[in-house]
């Protein structure tokens, strides 16, 4: 099953996050975090490029049957996707969020800009 479990993270901003990653299949698997747009791109190059070596702080490897871990302090609120991009990997669905709170002020607060008056 090409899953990341739990498929979707909440976390708060400034937070810092200690992902474990246990590839429990047998296949490399890796997590990347970005937005999906950077992801696509990174599986585009993966394809070409299976071989790839990675030392990007926002990307971990694993090896079949063994644990990595990938530590990121995400500093904007949003939506952030995950996946692995080994190929054909994403496209089996193996993906996810992390939805980022931001800080506690409550929702009307700041910029009016967009509201209709």
């Known amino acids: 099953a090409m899953r990341f479990t739990p498929a979707s ?17 047998k296949l490399k698997h890796e997590m990347v975090l970005g937005t999906i747009k950077e992801l696509k791109e990174h599986a585009a190059l993966m394809l070409k490029f299976p071989e790839m070596e990675h030392s990007d702080p926002n990307q971990a490897s694993v090896e079949a049957g063994k644990t990595g871990e990938l530590i990121w302090q995400f500093t904007k609120a949003g939506t952030f996707d995950f996946a692995c991009l080994q190929a054909g990997h994403y496209e089996a669905g193996m993906k996810g969020q992390v939805m980022v709170a931001g800080t ?14």
């Open 104 to 117: 506690t002020a409550p929702a009307n607060a700041g910029s009016h800009a967009d509201h209709k008056h």
């Open 9 to 25: 993270v909440s976390v708060k901003k400034s937070e810092t996050v200690r992902f474990v990653l246990r590839n429990e299949g």
